[in-house]
């Protein structure tokens, strides 16, 4: 079995690869993510379930990107819960599967539907049922590399992958050699409270890294890991981050404390999405494929996700880390 970083304040098991049982808050989530970028950024894309079985609904999200390609995103915040046990969504427009192999080893994501063609890809903050649509198909196997990322504590992982298959965007299909991650969560999950940064991705000499900021207001040993190159999965104390912003709220660039590794991220092709909270809060998550400039010349490519709830602009978006600022 995969190597699994033990650090934190509760042990992962095999088991925690399936559904949990859920808690009483309206607000428990159960969260699914895979994501790919080929090594070039040519294309990328990713796929979530995110399961709200107390607020009877899911939310599944899938799209592909590029450098040159427009948002072909299916973004269904209403979509019906998959049957008792079940990770499958099947609606009217789209049919999407995940099967997970073993534990922590190979998974397989299915998805056959029709997604929104949107060349602004804030078109998404809004109604797009006025788009252009096409065909998006995933025939897709994300493959652990090394090991497993457990957060120390709270109920989450994530493991670097390599990932294989096709990518099919309306006539076209992608044949897909990439790096990309997958990651599951759950428990109770405010997206219109706390506001944070998420990056993943690999470089040129093949190190994959990952890393993680909440503005919180002050300083905790944020999440972040690394493969380096032919080399074991490795917990990295000390990121921080900072983050400009452009006049219509998207990102501008990041630069990426991250440890042995300092980088920028500057974003190539957005993905975003808006979701209502029950009461009608909106908050959006630009994600978007990033290029990654590492300080000592090192370059790659990756996701980064910066979550904007309502009063986003105020949360600071400033170098955090435990001790200080490096």
Same mark, same amino acid.
């Given at each position: 079995?995969?190597?699994?970083?033990?650090?934190?304040?509760?042990?992962?098991?095999?088991?925690?690869?399936?559904?949990?049982?859920?808690?009483?808050?309206?607000?428990?989530?159960?969260?699914?993510?895979?994501?790919?970028?080929?090594?070039?950024? %040519?294309? &990328?894309?990713?796929? /979530? @379930?995110?399961?709200?079985?107390?607020?009877?609904?899911?939310?599944?999200?899938?799209?592909?990107?590029?450098?040159?390609?427009?948002?072909?995103?299916?973004?269904?915040?209403d979509a019906p819960l998959p049957k008792p046990g079940t990770t499958g969504v099947h609606t009217g427009t789209y049919d999407a599967t995940q099967t997970i192999a073993e534990p922590f080893g190979p998974v397989t994501i299915g998805l056959d539907g029709e997604a929104a063609v949107l060349p602004d890809p804030t078109a998404a903050y809004g109604d797009? %049922?006025? &788009?252009?649509?096409? /065909? @998006?198909?995933?025939?897709l196997r994300w493959d652990t590399v090394s090991g497993v990322y457990p957060y120390k504590d709270i109920p989450r992982y994530e493991i670097p992958c390599t990932v294989s298959g096709t990518v099919t965007v309306g006539d076209e299909t992608i044949e897909i050699s990439a790096s990309g991650e997958r990651d599951h969560s759950w428990g109770e999950r405010d997206w219109w409270k706390t506001s944070w940064l998420w990056s993943s991705?690999?470089?040129?000499d093949g190190t994959f890294f990952h890393c993680m900021q909440a503005n919180i207001g002050f300083a905790i040993p944020w999440p972040s890991f690394a493969v380096p190159p032919g080399g074991e999965i490795e917990h990295r104390d000390g990121f921080s981050a900072e983050t400009r912003f452009a006049a219509d709220g998207l990102p501008a660039s990041s630069h990426l404390r991250v440890p042995g590794a300092a980088m920028t991220a500057a974003p190539l092709a957005f993905a975003p999405v808006a979701v209502v909270?029950?009461?009608?809060?909106?908050?959006?998550?630009?994600?978007?494929?990033?290029?990654?400039?590492?300080?000592?010349?090192?370059?790659?490519?990756?996701?980064?996700?910066?979550?904007?709830?309502?009063?986003?602009?105020?949360?600071?978006?400033?170098?955090?880390a435990e001790g200080g600022a490096q």
């Amino acid at each position: 079995m995969a190597k699994i970083i033990d650090h934190g304040t509760w042990r992962l098991t095999p088991a925690d690869e399936g559904l949990h049982e859920p808690g009483p808050e309206v607000l428990w989530n159960e969260s699914y993510y895979f994501d790919f970028a080929a090594p070039d950024g %040519s294309v &990328a894309g990713y796929a /979530r @379930l995110g399961l709200y079985p107390n607020w009877d609904r899911a939310w599944y999200w899938a799209c592909v990107t590029g450098k040159d390609r427009p948002l072909v995103l299916i973004a269904d915040n209403d979509a019906p819960l998959p049957k008792p046990g079940t990770t499958g969504v099947h609606t009217g427009t789209y049919d999407a599967t995940q099967t997970i192999a073993e534990p922590f080893g190979p998974v397989t994501i299915g998805l056959d539907g029709e997604a929104a063609v949107l060349p602004d890809p804030t078109a998404a903050y809004g109604d797009t %049922s006025g &788009a252009e649509t096409t /065909r @998006l198909a995933f025939d897709l196997r994300w493959d652990t590399v090394s090991g497993v990322y457990p957060y120390k504590d709270i109920p989450r992982y994530e493991i670097p992958c390599t990932v294989s298959g096709t990518v099919t965007v309306g006539d076209e299909t992608i044949e897909i050699s990439a790096s990309g991650e997958r990651d599951h969560s759950w428990g109770e999950r405010d997206w219109w409270k706390t506001s944070w940064l998420w990056s993943s991705g690999r470089l040129g000499d093949g190190t994959f890294f990952h890393c993680m900021q909440a503005n919180i207001g002050f300083a905790i040993p944020w999440p972040s890991f690394a493969v380096p190159p032919g080399g074991e999965i490795e917990h990295r104390d000390g990121f921080s981050a900072e983050t400009r912003f452009a006049a219509d709220g998207l990102p501008a660039s990041s630069h990426l404390r991250v440890p042995g590794a300092a980088m920028t991220a500057a974003p190539l092709a957005f993905a975003p999405v808006a979701v209502v909270s029950p009461d009608g809060r909106i908050a959006h998550f630009p994600r978007a494929l990033c290029r990654f400039d590492a300080e000592d010349g090192r370059t790659g490519h990756g996701w980064t996700e910066w979550h904007q709830p309502p009063g986003w602009p105020d949360h600071g978006w400033s170098y955090l880390a435990e001790g200080g600022a490096q």
